[in-house]
């Protein structure tokens, strides 16, 4: 192959992702020099105009950081915000809470998965070209993300940064019977979600594997959602294992309030988003790090389906880091997310009180929460008026990002080495590359940078 | 009978600084969707689809605000596109949450978000987009509301000015039967002088309006603000609650500009 000169590829704008990025592509003969996701979503400057702001704000102003995962961000500021103060909620209000978050997790996936990912595996461009060909699919899709953002039009006010959420709970708590109608929609969805594993299980994946760390949530006893310890699982090749390794690894973890000791961004010239390590080393959050962390703990009929759907048992110890196959773990978790919310209504008795008391006081909190596409870390610095003088907010795509360009990289080196793929279909390969990961980007472009890579920035 | 097959119009969706939200906002327009997109031709929509045609276009609709250099060229591009340019949300029409950054000095705000602030490009302020070109029609809502997005959409189609009401938020409450939340609780609210358009969402769940969609076509600042005063909240609260996802909106930010000199 001696005509393999060297090449650069420039894909300007992302398509189906949520904010504007681009992607950059250096080759030399065979080997791939540099794979960039260049984020180029203008910074909005959140963490600096948070400061000066009553401890009250932060849930409504942050859910402006995502209109895809507003509940995400409400919650995590929530638990920051009650954690300097010294405030714990629990009991209905953490389960109603819990409800609001299923519904982004149904509505946020659904999204990906239908709208955005599947037309992937169908060489559509986009869902209106794949509703010619799979109309029912993308209508039961269309249904199930319905049911998503119906639960959280019923607790939150609208689907879209939801009103309802305050510290200390929320400012109207609904009465059972207002639940009611939820449980209908939510049956028909847990049939809709269970034919939606199915069908993206039949999809045809590539053979990958992934050998980042794996950092989630975890709770002892339940699948982590709105609250959990931070744990990570080693990559495969920490105990010599190839990339492609479905051995689950023993886990550590680490407080919430540590997650700044362990988790460190740093800024890169080509990107306004910050780039953050795990200890040093890239790490991936999300759906294939939840599953391979708690997968032995999804509702039984979300487990049946993983394994139905060729995920392996996370109950033997079997992981899946194929990153193509996140779509499937998406959908699996859109099945227990429905599940749970069913769980959830059965058991509601409307609390007392639709909020528990936030007294405000000089500190610091912090607040971790599962975002659909990965752990969200909010930190809050309090004076004893309750005005927030510092905030650094960690959102899952700054972490997955050294993960995205590694994906990246290695999806390429393989295709160079494999035959001599056109930039078209570079072009094509690494997009697929990046919406496995469902980056965030909007999300991802306003934090605070702790050290600075002072390496040389050459294009 | 004319044989040739009737042109769809051809929509374009861009976005400029923002969080997605009123994009997704016609995403969630579940059971309209494609009966939508068997109307119109679907021509440029990064968010939701891998193919983009070249303009020109009938109707752009715009989220976000203009906040770089880039985005300035690019909006004017957009206009000369464009048969009918429209905005969606606080963003693109009144600069958005970022547009706290034109209070500050933006230098300051860059070296406390990034080490190196000389890599990032950014304008000091965030402007809506009829800051720079003319648009031809604005639809309020941090985010903005689906079913007006689709009035906005449809009456487009239909040749028609879209049925938006420019009155206050308390039209929406009168209309759902909502108790008012300051009259029957001394809850401060900005309905008074809040656009209409999210159906009183924060009054019927028992809190005060935030503003969210911005001011009302008519506003009385100096009759409303004692109304927050006697609610209990002091300059810097007032301040605050009109200096959020729609400050750069010139009654909001004369209001707030006054309070301070107060």
Redesign the interface.
């Known amino acids: 192959m001696t005509h393999r000169g060297s090449r650069v590829l420039h894909v300007g704008?992302?398509?189906?992702?949520?904010?504007?990025g681009s992607l950059h592509l250096r080759i030399r003969g065979e080997e791939v020099a540099e794979a960039r996701l260049a984020i180029f979503?203008?910074?909005?400057?959140?963490?600096?105009?948070l400061?000066g702001?009553?401890y009250t704000?932060p849930p409504?102003?942050t859910s402006?950081?995502?209109?895809?995962c507003?509940v995400a961000y409400q919650l995590s500021a929530c638990r920051a915000i009650e954690d300097a103060c010294g405030v714990t909620v629990d009991g209905q209000l953490a389960a109603l809470r819990r409800l609001m978050y299923c519904g982004e997790w149904i509505e946020s996936h659904t999204?990906h998965v239908h709208?955005?990912h599947a037309?992937d595996f169908h060489g559509c461009?986009?869902?209106?070209?794949l509703?010619r060909s799979r109309?029912a699919d993308?209508?039961r899709g269309?249904?199930l993300?319905?049911a998503g953002?119906a639960i959280i039009e019923l607790l939150g006010?609208?689907?879209?940064?939801p009103?309802?959420v305050?510290l200390g709970g929320?400012?109207?708590v609904p009465s059972r019977s207002e639940l009611r109608p939820l449980e209908e929609q939510l049956r028909r969805a847990r049939e809709d979600a269970a034919l939606t594993v199915r069908w993206v299980a039949g999809f045809d994946f590539p053979e990958a594997g992934c050998d980042h760390d794996l950092l989630a949530l975890a709770e002892p006893d339940r699948y982590a959602v709105e609250s959990g310890t931070p744990t990570v699982m080693p990559a495969p090749h920490t105990a010599g294992l190839p990339a492609t390794s479905r051995r689950a690894l023993p886990t550590r973890t680490f407080g919430v309030r540590e997650f700044g000791d362990h988790v460190v961004e740093r800024?890169v010239?080509h990107s306004?988003a910050l780039h953050a390590r795990l200890d040093g080393r890239r790490h991936l959050t999300g759906p294939l790090a939840r599953y391979a962390i708690s997968g032995r703990l999804l509702s039984p009929i979300a487990l049946q389906a993983a394994q139905d759907a060729g995920l392996g048992d996370p109950r033997q110890g079997v992981v899946c880091r194929n990153p193509y196959r996140s779509i499937v773990v998406r959908a699996v978790e859109v099945l227990h997310a429905v599940d749970e919310a069913l769980r959830l209504i059965d058991a509601y008795e409307p609390p007392p009180r639709?909020y528990v008391d936030v007294p405000p006081r000089a500190g610091t909190g912090h607040g971790a929460t599962e975002a659909p596409r990965g752990l969200l870390h909010h930190r809050y610095t309090l004076d004893a008026e309750g005005t927030v003088t510092d905030a650094v907010l960690v959102p899952p795509t700054a972490q997955n990002q050294d993960a995205i360009e590694e994906d990246l990289r290695r999806t390429v080196q393989e295709h160079l080495r494999s035959g001599e793929p056109t930039d078209a279909e570079l072009t094509a390969l690494c997009?697929r590359a990046v919406r496995n990961h469902d980056p965030c980007i909007?999300c991802s472009t306003?934090?605070?940078?702790?050290?600075?890579d002072r390496a040389a920035?050459s294009d | 009978m004319n044989a040739e097959p009737r042109r769809r119009p051809r929509l374009a969706v861009w976005?400029?600084?923002?969080?997605?939200?009123?994009?997704?906002?016609l995403?969630?327009c579940?059971?309209e969707?494609?009966g939508l997109?068997e109307q119109v031709e679907?021509a440029h929509?990064?968010?939701?689809?891998?193919?983009?045609a070249p303009g020109p276009y009938d109707l752009s609709l715009v989220e976000g605000s203009v906040?770089?250099a880039q985005?300035v060229e690019r909006v004017h591009h957009i206009r000369a596109v464009s048969r009918r340019l429209v905005t969606i949300g606080a963003c693109a029409t009144a600069g958005?949450?970022?547009a706290?950054?034109n209070y500050?000095d933006?230098a300051?705000?860059?070296a406390?978000?990034?080490?190196?602030p000389d890599?990032?490009a950014?304008l000091a302020t965030?402007t809506p987009i009829s800051a720079h070109v003319p648009v031809d029609f604005e639809l309020r809502g941090?985010?903005v509301?689906r079913r007006q997005l689709l009035e906005v959409i449809t009456a487009h189609l239909a040749g028609r000015r879209p049925a938006v009401p420019a009155h206050s938020v308390c039209f929406e409450c009168k209309q759902r039967g909502t108790v008012c939340v300051t009259v029957a609780h001394g809850t401060p609210c900005l309905g008074p002088v809040t656009h209409a358009g999210?159906g009183a969402?924060?009054p019927?769940?028992?809190?005060g309006c935030?503003g969210?969609f911005g001011p009302s076509d008519s506003t009385n600042f100096p009759a409303f603000v004692p109304l927050l005063r006697r609610d209990g909240m002091d300059t810097l609260?007032v301040v605050?609650v009109l200096r959020?996802?729609n400050t750069a909106a010139p009654e909001f930010d004369a209001a707030s500009r006054k309070e301070l000199e107060r």
């Open positions: 704008s992302l398509s189906r992702v949520e904010g504007e979503e203008p910074p909005r400057f959140f963490e600096a105009f400061r702001r009553s704000e409504d102003i402006r950081i995502c209109g895809i507003p999204l709208l955005l037309p461009a986009n869902v209106v070209e509703a109309r993308v209508e269309l249904r993300k319905q953002n006010g609208r689907a879209v940064h009103v309802n305050r929320f400012h109207r800024q010239p306004t639709p997009e909007s306003h934090f605070l940078d702790l050290t600075v920035h | 976005k400029f600084a923002s969080c997605d939200g009123c994009q997704l906002t995403l969630d579940e059971d969707l494609l997109a679907i929509f990064l968010e939701a689809s891998s193919a983009s906040t770089t985005d958005g949450v970022q706290l950054r500050a933006v300051e705000f860059q406390a978000v990034y080490a190196r890599y990032v950014t965030s941090c985010p509301d999210c969402v924060c019927t769940f028992g809190r935030y969210c609260d605050r959020t996802f």
